[in-house]
């Protein structure tokens, strides 16, 4: 949002939740909050300004949530939508989330839930604002094509991936189990990459990739994100959702194919028995197996608190008895042939931050 104001909206019928929140996010200089208990009026103001976040309560008397949910939608889609509820009623979460809720607080949340909701919130809005940007400029560069634009774009491209890394990060830096996990799945998949003599476009398209596979994430509930145990069956149904929310946030920015198929298909199985849609081996992105490989590395070697972290010939291990099944069987081979570079190259990490973002 750079020097602007992240105008925010926050409707209740209590006062008291009004002020409460009022006075939690208005300690952040960035925040313009406007606070009302009048539904319709927030509408209206929804009509004739911009605002980037809004924060409403489920039940209130005059337009409920879910009505005025579905009203914003119409109005702005990209305006992410937080809704406080004090019940934890299935259906009427249910049909929020199918009108695109953004997130969820309960009550009574904690002041820490607020600020994540909030910040993670504002990201979102503003990368599809940025998006929106990008695309008009990409617009602008296939009219003009002189060598000046052409350079535009390329800055204006790794700017937008420096952007999209610190979402990744932000997403990530919200659960220690996963920090860094991004970073180490590029260094790893880069690797692998060189390794197995992919082609310079294949490795830009790789690096690109793999960096970007859980942007989707940026789309799952925070408190589904950080649990601390295995997931519900409805909870593990949502998170597989994220693939395909993450194609969907960069398809219209003009990456290649090759970088959606990789956020698309990263967690797809040779045997067909993977998600989002349980394709097999021949229908997966090449790409995406180099991913899907170093993605399963990094999550078996590193902790979580439902389970203990594998060593890395432990992981690779794993990795060849699960080639034909869960990894392409040829990849699982030459996987095996890098372990030793792989296991520098995570033990002296900030050493290769520089492969994230080489002049493209």
């Not at 793999?210 to 909870?235: N, P, R």
Request: net charge negative; glycine share 6%.
């Amino acid at each position: 949002m750079n020097e602007q104001k992240v105008k925010i909206l926050v409707i209740d019928d209590e006062q008291s939740i009004l002020d409460l929140i009022g006075q939690v996010l208005s300690e952040r200089e960035e925040y313009d909050l406007l606070l009302t208990d009048d539904s319709q009026e927030a509408l209206s103001l929804l009509r004739t300004e911009r605002y980037n976040v809004v924060i409403s309560d489920i039940r209130m008397p005059d337009l409920d949530g879910l009505t005025l949910l579905e009203e914003i939608t119409q109005i702005d889609g990209k305006i992410p939508v937080i809704l406080m509820t004090g019940f934890a009623e299935t259906e009427i979460m249910q049909k929020a989330i199918k009108l695109g809720v953004y997130d969820f607080l309960r009550k009574p949340f904690t002041l820490s839930e607020l600020n994540v909701s909030v910040r993670r919130a504002v990201q979102k809005n503003g990368l599809l604002l940025q998006n929106e940007t990008y695309k008009t400029h990409l617009e602008n560069l296939v009219q003009q094509r002189t060598l000046e634009l052409f350079a535009a774009k390329n800055q204006l491209e790794r700017n937008f991936l420096n952007t999209l890394n610190v979402m990744v990060n932000t997403i990530e830096a919200s659960d220690n189990y996963t920090r860094g996990h991004s970073e180490r799945v590029t260094v790893i998949s880069m690797l692998f990459g060189k390794h197995i003599s992919l082609t310079g476009n294949e490795l830009k398209m790789l690096r690109i990739g793999s960096l970007l596979h859980d942007l989707g994430k940026i789309g799952i509930f925070q408190h589904i994100l950080t649990k601390e145990v295995s997931l519900s069956e409805d909870e593990f149904t949502m998170m597989k959702e994220h693939p395909v929310i993450g194609a969907k946030i960069v398809q219209p920015i003009g990456f290649p194919q090759e970088v959606g198929d990789i956020i698309l298909q990263h967690h797809e199985w040779c045997n067909g028995e993977g998600y989002p849609h349980g394709i097999a081996l021949d229908q997966i992105s090449y790409l995406a197996r180099v991913v899907s490989v170093a993605d399963a590395f990094d999550a078996m070697t590193s902790q979580r608190p439902y389970r203990q972290r594998l060593s890395h010939p432990g992981a690779q291990q794993e990795i060849a008895n699960q080639a034909g099944i869960q990894f392409d069987p040829v990849l699982s081979k030459s996987f095996g042939e890098l372990l030793p570079n792989i296991s520098q190259a995570i033990r002296s990490i900030e050493d290769t931050r520089s492969i994230l973002f080489q002049k493209l």
